[in-house]
T-cell receptor, first 113, second 116 residues
Framework: DTEVTQTPKHLVMGMTNKKSLKCEQHMGHRAMYWYKQKAKKPPELMFVYSYEKLSINESVPSRFSPECPNSSLLNLHLHALQPEDSALYLCASSRTDSSYGYTFGSGTRLTVV | AQSVTQLGSHVSVSEGALVLLRCNYS??????LFWYVQYPNQGLQLLLKYTSAATLVKGINGFEAEFKKSETSFHLTKPSAHMSDAAEYFC??????????????FGKGTKLSVKP
């Protein structure tokens, strides 16, 4: 299995809703990442997990809450989002030596209404 | 700090023509460099990577890139464009957060259009 699977593919949520994005990989990668990508822009790093521990938080607002329950799963919990949070959310994984490159999922297209 | 600059936000070529997408990097240490492709409404797919082995790197779908330290460049080429190559292309360098784990620092991207 050489894929990163993200669910759901599309999500529409209101500003008072709570929802979660899910990411799964079975490549034995011990580093996992959340990126946010706005239209016509490059991806921007949000969080990095290494060996299931949060190692990097790029000053992301607390309405985004990551969780890594085990070495294969990565969640992003969403609460009280704003319309400007609408974007493509990409999950990626890599070996802990990321010089081998990242494997990206196909993303969750999030719309906040 | 590491960074990459992609020259040209939009490149248009005819089918069968040479594809050349430009990327220059800035790095205080020997860089790890990557090219990714993104099709509409999809994630990013790794085309190729440079990790200080061979300077000419061959990737998937007929793409290759040459690392030139003297020019701090890592341009992506393909001899003959196909319609299916139309996509957004991102050059990236591994940053130095977290040591070898790193993070990817992306250029702004180049949209490749292929005319029939």
């Amino acid at each position: 299995d050489t894929e990163v699977t993200q669910t759901p593919k599309h999500l529409v949520m209101g500003m008072t809703n709570k929802k979660s994005l899910k990411c799964e990989q079975h490549m034995g990668h011990r580093a996992m990442y959340w990126y946010k990508q706005k239209a016509k822009k490059p991806p921007e790093l949000m969080f990095v997990y290494s060996y299931e521990k949060l190692s990097i938080n790029e000053s992301v607002p607390s309405r985004f809450s990551p969780e890594c329950p085990n070495s294969s799963l990565l969640n992003l919990h969403l609460h009280a989002l704003q319309p400007e949070d609408s974007a493509l959310y990409l999950c990626a994984s890599s070996r802990t030596d990321s010089s081998y490159g990242y494997t990206f999922g196909s993303g969750t297209r999030l719309t906040v209404v | 700090a590491q960074s990459v600059t992609q020259l040209g936000s939009h490149v248009s070529v005819s089918e069968g023509a040479l594809v050349l997408l430009r990327c220059n990097y800035s790095s205080s240490v020997p860089p790890y460099l990557f090219w990714y492709v993104q099709y509409p409404n999809q994630g990013l797919q790794l085309l190729l990577k440079y990790t200080s082995a061979a300077t000419l790197v061959k990737g998937i779908n007929g793409f290759e890139a040459e690392f030139k330290k003297s020019e701090t460049s890592f341009h992506l080429t393909k001899p003959s464009a196909h319609m299916s190559d139309a996509a957004e292309y991102f050059c990236a360098v591994r940053g130095n957060y977290g040591g070898s784990q790193g993070n990817l620092i992306f250029g702004k991207g180049t949209k490749l259009s292929v005319k029939p």
